[in-house]
């Protein structure tokens, strides 16, 4: 098994193994699945235009199993010579398997998460938490003071002051969700979309080492005119970000050629 470090999948499919009677712990692995990006291997490259997939199939005892991954390097942990694959969020996967019947192979012997997702476990997934399902629908129902241990707070405000410049602003709040389920999640504003996964990975790992628990941290990407932003501001804890360091002023060379460009340097042969 790969020693990398832990992802946010495999904390969530932790505190599931933890404590099985445990329904939001398990709706809160499906939710991390479904909002996972996922590395797919297929049995060939799709044709150019192509909008269909083929998924490299295992054939099992217990059926046809497609393989990913929720990460390159275990994909490539995996696999011992290039292959095809194709990028994809859990929530279209769910949907493409359960469609065809096939088990879903997941970090199979290179991850924590290790587990088998059945043909009725991801159609269950792809009709409660499909794409059909907006930001909007997903927003928690109530906001609260965070329960959060202070060494988590710092951590995570260090973490955050590293991200100057990515990230506007952000605020740790205690959420309620339809059906009950309770969670620490923390909004930001500002966070360009190119830098969303790598800054939510970035912060669910500070969080979930920060403590001595699995303990998952949701985060949401908000704009500053969501109507849900009132209340982490009201209840939530406020980060102060730095302002990013002002890039030095470039300044015409002395017997400069007239009207040359110092932010551009010119090209080498």
Known sequence: MSAERQTALDAAH????AAPEDVAARMRFYERLAGAELFLLLDEEPADGATSLSPMILPTAEGDVALAFDTEDRMAG????????AALSGRRLAALLAQRAVTLGLNLGVAP??????????????????????????????????????????????????LAGIVGGAWLANAVYPGGAEAPVLALTGVP????AAVAEA????????????????????DEAAPVLAAFRRHGIGFEIPAPPAEPELKPIPGAAPGMDPSKPPRLR
Request: hydrophobic residues 45%.
């Open 203 to 222: 912060l669910a790992e500070t969080h979930r080492l920060s403590g001595p628990d699995t303990a998952v941290l949701d985060i949401l990407f908000l």
């Open 193 to 196: 979309e190119p830098a969303r």
């Open 113 to 162: 998460s290790s587990i088998l997702l059945p043909p009725e476990a991801l159609g269950w997934m792809g009709e409660v938490l499909g794409a059909g399902l907006d930001e909007e629908s997903l927003a928690p129902e109530r906001i609260g003071r965070p329960k959060v241990i202070e060494a988590r707070v710092l951590a995570l405000d260090e973490r955050l002051a590293g």
């Open 14 to 17: 932790a505190a599931m193994e």
């Open 78 to 85: 995996f696999v011992d010579a290039p292959t095809p694959y």
